[in-house]
């Protein structure tokens, strides 16, 4: 399955048939983990935790045996690298016909982040459980599932856009069309899906629309992390940090760009 295959047809999954992730699959997981990086040069460190040994859970996942966290020195750009080398780990897994979901709030939080032995200096932003799916959901998790609207997408004319953030973005180019696509398709904490892109050229800039509020730390930046992540999977391009001057909301921040060699 290639990459644009596993962002078409991941899901997150909260209900698990209850198996133990096996000896092979999670040795093919430790070691890619060792392969992963982030265009921030930010290191992520993840931890493989068993959920009995380490007295870990989450009220929305049932079946699940082993979670994973992961850390990120706290720091300038720390939420995007976290969610750029996350998500890598997510569509690895799922290559693998293992399911995840990411998990930032309905947890105990300082259970994983004691037994993940997170530093006062670190970020754990978020979680994830590993595993096999069931072959049905729970009533509960259809029930989320439904309440955040998960299977529902905003139409590309109200994320994407040419030259400023009024116009919408025309493209016949299919390497930028897949890759606008699986920004489209991307988890998003309560799928908010915060992401919007302005296209000058061959550089791609990328904005958050703030629409979560509270928090010691923004999710929506980790949210920021995974577009990118999906972006340059597809298109590749070099990551830059240097606001370009586009007009946007007060509640419109920009993030990063994208420069793609065309």
């Known amino acids: 399955m290639d990459t644009m295959?596993?962002?078409?047809?991941?899901?997150?999954?909260?209900?698990?048939?209850?198996?133990?992730?096996?000896?092979?699959?999670?040795?093919?997981?430790?070691?890619?983990?060792?392969?992963?990086t982030n265009p921030y040069d930010i290191p992520v460190e993840f931890v493989l935790?068993?959920?009995?040994?380490?007295?870990?859970?989450?009220?929305?996942?049932?079946?699940?045996?082993?979670?994973i966290t992961g850390k990120v020195p706290k720091g300038a750009h720390c939420a995007e690298?976290?969610?750029f080398s996350f998500e890598q780990l997510v569509l690895y897994a799922w290559s693998l016909g293992i399911g995840t979901t990411w998990i930032a709030g309905t947890m105990k939080r300082e259970v994983f982040e004691r037994e993940a032995g997170v530093l006062e200096s670190e970020l754990m932003p978020c979680v994830s459980p590993l595993g096999y799916p069931a072959q049905k959901r729970s009533i509960k998790e259809l029930g989320m599932r439904t309440a955040i609207k998960a299977d529902k997408r905003i139409k590309d004319e109200g994320l994407f856009f040419d030259g400023d953030l009024s116009a919408p973005l025309s493209t016949e180019d299919p390497l930028i069309r897949d890759a606008l696509e699986a920004v489209r398709?991307?988890?998003?904490?309560v799928n908010k899906q915060p992401w919007r892109i302005v296209r000058r050229g061959n550089a791609y800039h990328f904005y958050e629309k703030h629409s979560i509020s509270g928090g010691a730390w923004d999710v929506q930046k980790v949210d920021m992390g995974i577009a990118l992540c999906h972006f340059m999977a597809i298109a590749g391009?070099?990551?830059?940090?240097?606001?370009?001057?586009i007009s946007a909301p007060q509640d419109t921040e920009y993030i990063a760009t994208v420069t793609v060699e065309g």
């Open 5 to 36: 295959e596993l962002i078409r047809t991941r899901k997150s999954v909260r209900t698990f048939d209850g198996r133990a992730v096996t000896d092979a699959d999670r040795e093919k997981l430790t070691q890619y983990l060792t392969t992963i």
């Open 237 to 245: 391009g070099r990551l830059s940090v240097a606001d370009p001057g």
């Open 81 to 83: 690298a976290f969610g």
């Open 49 to 67: 935790l068993d959920a009995k040994v380490h007295g870990l859970s989450s009220p929305v996942i049932q079946g699940e045996q082993l979670y």
């Open 185 to 189: 398709l991307a988890p998003s904490a």
